[in-house]
T-cell receptor, first 110, second 111 residues
Framework: GQQVMQIPQYQHVQEGEDFTTYCNSS?????IQWYKQRPGGHPVFLIQ?????EVKKQKRLTFQFGEAKKNSSLHITATQTTDVGTYFC??????????FGSGTRLSIRP | SQTIHQWPATLVQPVGSPLSLECTVE??????LYWYRQAAGRGLQLLFY??????ISSEVPQNLSASRPQDRQFILSSKKLLLSDSGFYLC??????????FGPGTRLTVT
């Protein structure tokens, strides 16, 4: 079945530093979603990317979909303590399913 | 927008005991419903999904089962729990390839 590799698994940054997580697939993706899960909480939808080379921004968050639609990234500029959590990429698979990546856990030193 | 209700929030059960987790959805009709399990510090594993009443697809062979007796009700069950069934169980709803909305989850510890 379709799988994605998400790296890094963990990232510990100083508050104010940037953060990037990458999601890579061996197959072409129809679309990809990103979710954030705060510690102890449930995943919350952030965004969906559909078009080749698409770039979307949400305040300090920038999401990209690769030209070949096989990879995606999430970049956070100037991290804040509220950014702490695990970020998951989740490509649409088939038959109404999405497959979650393994996630990148972000921790921040204040 | 959709609201997902799950209960209980936490549950401690002995090995070999039965399990029933319920998920109900408000604010939408004929949703796709999903059960995920998340081990501590790990990703989300899709267990079951349903595109309609009585329609259940199983993703991972195990001692769990799911049922959808009503359009907005999804139940996860087990006849005999194993230690490996411990985890964070999340119910979600969605439509097609659009975003999924998650419930607050049930943290299950099997002792």
């Amino acid at each position: 079945g379709q799988q994605v590799m998400q790296i890094p698994q963990y990232q510990h940054v100083q508050e104010g530093e940037d953060f990037t997580t990458y999601c890579n697939s061996s197959t072409t993706l129809s679309n990809i979603q990103w979710y954030k899960q705060r510690p102890g909480g449930h995943p919350v939808f952030l965004i969906q990317l559909v078009k080749s080379g698409e770039v979307k921004k949400q305040k300090r968050l920038t999401f990209q979909f690769g030209e070949a639609k096989k990879n995606s990234s999430l970049h956070i500029t100037a991290t804040q303590t509220t950014d702490v959590g695990t970020y998951f990429c989740a490509p649409y698979s088939s038959a109404s399913k999405i497959i979650f990546g393994s996630g990148t856990r972000l921790s921040i030193r204040p | 927008s959709q609201t997902i209700h799950q209960w209980p929030a936490t549950l401690v059960q002995p090995v070999g005991s039965p399990l029933s987790l319920e998920c109900t959805v408000e604010g939408t009709s004929n949703p796709n419903l999903y059960w995920y399990r998340q081990a501590a510090g790990r990703g989300l594993q899709l267990l079951f999904y349903s595109v309609g009443i009585g329609q259940i697809s199983s993703e991972v062979p195990q001692n769990l089962s799911a049922s959808r007796p009503q359009d907005r009700q999804f139940i996860l069950s087990s006849k005999k729990l194993l230690l490996s069934d411990s985890g964070f169980y999340l119910c979600a709803c969605g439509q097609g390839d659009y975003e999924q909305y998650f419930g607050p989850g049930t943290r299950l510890t099997v002792t």
